[in-house]
């Protein structure tokens, strides 16, 4: 093969004792060769990068190969040294005769390699099963090898079942695909499938070093390792990473290996993951925004953090060795088995239903990042949100942002002013009677001035910030209310209504409150409500034969600041 061609193109593997870390895979398909009970349908199952394609491509030449057209002449009695079965195992197939060799440059008319994502469509299959019809111009066996076979569609693996289910003689189907969870039952009941494992580190390390050595590359034995451990178990992609750093002059060292070549995906989804643990939400806004100047997708990258959560939570709860560990190399796991100590499994399925918003959001965001973005800062906490939320309202006046003392302090002077400003005294309770029902913070000024009624006063406009996107109404309400009481535990909230009361005891309601409330405190804090004597006001001395049935009327009057309709 020419030196022009890539690594891993010039060293992909041409017959079974060149497949590295594939044991179960060779020894099943040797096996069956050798027994003459091969299947007419594969399904070659794994992580990308692990020998699929290849491994199908030496099955062709195995089935074809005029040096071994009878597998049953290539059997070694038990009789025999190992060496010599290791030399029948390399002869299968023999890579010399024309077969093999036209195979192997891909000349051969009948082996026919198709790309299931771009031919995905029933028009495809269709052409396929007419053609199929015909017999092979030169080989033995018809090859179809379909690579990503999950991307068809469903009407085109309808058209594919009656195929697999009666293939002619001539014909042999190898299917290939990194995603088994899309391939349709139908499909699987009809094929015999052989799963791929990621590489292990001592594998890849051995691949490297040879091609290292082949093409002469001065390379310390630290700076391979590093290469291994950014290639995530793919032998295509350590290959690929070895030919790009190559074509430096001199000796490579490890410094240079991190200094080329940025960090892995799954390095990025666990750092990500730290820092949304740690509630770091500048580290969290900065990885965000790496990724898109490297180029990566949001989607494909929210995506892995999920898979990656979604990791967690399996391994959280004692199924981590049945569903997660075979899909990852050995040192993947054990990080992942470290992170999943630090989560509970609240936190976990919060932050994936979180991040499940974002992929819904994606669709219609003008600017790809701000889903993933909020979805940070919602993550990292209440308090985060509302100065983001707070920022965004007042982007255009960011010269004039003030504390939310300062705006409590404006609050105050338009009370002051409106009240020196009133015609008589009794009109200047009804304007500041009107305004307080609005402000919270004027309804805060009846219970004992402890320290933490005062804390929440002066935060009750950041109360206020942080409900308003998760509940509008909630929000509205809590205008009215009345702080009763503060104990070390507890925090006592006096409602006119007992409409209000139950809208505040609601679960979902209480959780959220609870939440601020304990942030703000710094200590975990329980909420209860009582019932407290409703605010007299103009439109009760009008109307007093009103009745008791109408009271939900005049909340939602109240709320939305209308009047009464008689």
């Known amino acids: 093969m020419s030196n022009n061609f890539a690594y891993y193109l010039k060293y992909r593997p041409q017959a079974f004792s060149e497949l590295v870390g594939q044991e179960t895979v060779k020894q099943n ?3 069956s060769f050798q027994s003459n009970k091969l299947s007419h349908a594969y399904l070659l199952v794994g992580p990308r990068g692990t020998g699929k394609t290849s491994t199908a491509r030496i099955l062709a030449k195995m089935v074809n190969c005029e040096k071994a057209v009878d597998g049953s002449s290539l059997v070694v009695s038990n009789s025999k ?3 010599e079965k290791e030399t029948a195992k390399s002869s299968i197939p023999c890579n010399q005769c024309s077969v093999c060799i036209s195979i192997t440059d891909g000349s051969n008319l009948d082996l026919i390699e198709i790309d299931a994502a771009s031919n995905r469509g029933i028009e495809d299959i269709r052409s396929l099963r007419e053609k199929i019809k015909l017999a092979p111009s030169s080989l033995k066996k018809k090859v179809y090898i379909i690579d990503e076979v999950h991307m068809l569609t469903t009407e085109a693996f309808n058209a594919l079942l009656k195929t697999l289910e009666e293939p002619p003689e001539h014909a042999l189907f190898v299917l290939a695909t990194t995603q088994l969870g899309k391939i349709p039952q139908t499909i699987l009941s009809r094929v015999q499938r052989l799963d791929f494992k990621l590489a292990s580190p001592g594998e890849l390390l051995e691949v490297l070093t040879k091609i290292a050595k082949k093409e002469k590359i001065s390379i310390d034995e630290e700076a391979l390792k590093i290469l291994v451990k950014k290639a995530d178990g793919s032998f295509r992609d350590g290959v690929k990473l070895l030919d790009q750093i190559s074509s430096v ?9 991190e200094e080329n070549f940025k960090s892995s995906q799954f390095e990025n989804v666990l750092n990500f993951i730290e820092n949304l643990k740690n509630k770091n939400a500048d580290a969290g806004l900065l990885d965000i925004s790496n990724q898109v100047e490297n180029g990566i997708d949001i989607k494909e990258f929210t995506l892995s953090l999920m898979d990656a959560l979604r990791n967690l939570v399996l391994i959280k709860n004692g199924v981590g060795e049945q569903l997660v560990k075979h ?9 992942l088995l470290g992170i999943a100590e630090n989560f509970t499994n609240q936190e976990l399925i919060s932050n994936l239903n979180i991040l499940q918003k974002v992929i819904e959001k994606l669709k219609f965001a003008s600017i790809p990042s701000l889903p993933l973005e909020l979805a940070v800062i919602e993550i990292c906490g209440e308090q985060l949100l509302a100065k983001a939320e707070f920022f965004i309202e007042d982007s255009q006046s960011l010269t004039k942002e003030m504390s939310v003392k300062e705006k409590l302090d404006v609050e105050s002077e338009k009370l002051d002013g409106e009240a020196k400003n009133s015609g008589s005294e009794d009109s200047g309770k009804d304007q500041t009677s009107s305004i307080q029902s609005q402000d919270p913070i004027s309804n805060l000024q009846h219970p004992a001035p402890n320290s933490d009624i005062l804390k929440l006063k002066e935060k009750w406009t950041f109360v206020l910030e942080t409900i308003r996107p998760f509940n509008f109404s909630l929000e509205a309400l809590l205008r009215s ?3 009763k009481e ?4 507890t925090i006592v909230m006096e409602v006119p209504y007992s409409f209000h009361q139950r809208i505040l005891e609601a679960q979902k309601n209480r959780d959220l409150l609870e939440s601020i409330f304990s942030d703000i405190l710094g200590r975990s804090i ?10 007299e006001k103009r439109e009760d001395v009008a109307n007093v034969e009103l009745a008791a049935d109408d009271e939900i009327i005049r909340v939602a009057a109240e709320i939305f600041n209308s009047d009464i309709v008689n």
Do not use: F, H, V, W
């Open 481 to 483: 209310i009345n702080i």
């Open 486 to 489: 503060c104990t070390d535990t």
């Open 81 to 83: 040294a190992s060496s």
């Open 327 to 335: 899909q990852l190399t050995e040192d993947k796991y054990q990080k």
């Open 526 to 535: 329980r909420m209860s409500t009582i019932l407290g004597n409703r605010p």
């Open 249 to 257: 002059e001199g000796k490579i060292t490890a410094k240079l290996i």
């Open 29 to 31: 398909l040797l096996l």
